[in-house]
């Protein structure tokens, strides 16, 4: 069964520094997007991927987050300057178009990024 | 997107079935209704969507009545291993396939032997 893997599966960082998450979505989707939980709190949307632009993004995707498709098969998030907040689990998804509004999206995952 | 309302946490004994229900009174005409599973430190995990009425999977159902303002996530017969969160979605994907997903609390299922 095809799957969205990400990379790597923990990261350890210092405040300030800048991570890269890494996400190689399913072949033939279309739509990514990236998610993040803080422990013990709900699932929180960041923000979406389409025709390498952002479709959408959250009061929580500020100028810290930025996302790329560098090419035909990763998709990544970088957070600048990381603090002590942005500790959390990042999901990755992807979902592919459906006929209507019939869609599934596909869940890594995660990384479970701690800033120390 | 519709806010849905579901019960913070639930107990069962394993063996028996397990009825979840989600309110969205303000559901749109275009949304579909999403389940996803979540174990802990894991990724939600799709479990069933539907529009209307009936629908069934090899894990479970959903019951949506004519109205679409609720829905029931009905799992057969639970496991230990079904101990998890459940989320009930409710979405529209658009004309494009595009699909923003927005996880409420969910509901947490805790399966007792």
């Known amino acids: 069964e095809p799957e969205v893997t990400q990379t790597p599966s923990h990261q350890v960082t210092q405040m300030g520094q800048e991570v890269i998450l890494r996400c190689v979505p399913i072949s033939n989707h279309l739509y990514f997007y990236w998610y993040r939980q803080i422990l013990g709190q709900k699932v929180e949307f960041l923000v979406s991927?389409?025709?390498?632009?952002?479709?959408?993004k959250s009061e929580i995707f500020d100028d810290q987050f930025s996302v790329e498709r560098p090419d035909g098969s990763n998709f990544t998030l970088k957070i600048r300057s990381t603090k002590l907040e942005d500790s959390a689990m990042y999901f990755c998804?992807?979902?592919?178009?459906?006929?209507?509004?019939?869609?599934?999206?596909?869940f890594g995952q995660g990384t479970r990024l701690t800033v120390v | 997107l519709a806010k849905t309302t579901q019960p913070i946490s639930m107990d069962s004994y394993e063996g028996q079935e397990v009825n979840i229900t989600c309110s969205h009174n303000n559901i749109a005409t275009n949304d579909y209704i999403t389940w996803y599973q979540q174990f802990p430190s894991q990724g939600p995990r799709f479990i069933i969507q539907?529009?209307?009425t009936k629908v069934t999977n090899e894990v479970a159902s959903l019951f949506i009545p004519a109205d679409r303002k609720s829905s029931t996530l009905s799992l057969p017969r639970v496991s230990l291993s079904d101990t998890a969160v459940y989320y009930c979605?409710?979405?529209?994907?658009?004309?494009?396939?595009?699909?923003?997903?927005?996880f409420g609390i969910g509901t947490k299922l805790q399966v007792i032997p």
């Open positions: 979605l409710v979405g529209d994907a658009g004309s494009g396939g595009y699909q923003k997903v927005t």
């Open positions: 539907g529009y209307k």
């Open positions: 998804a992807s979902s592919e178009p459906g006929p209507q509004g019939d869609t599934e999206a596909f």
């Open positions: 991927f389409y025709n390498n632009e952002i479709s959408e």
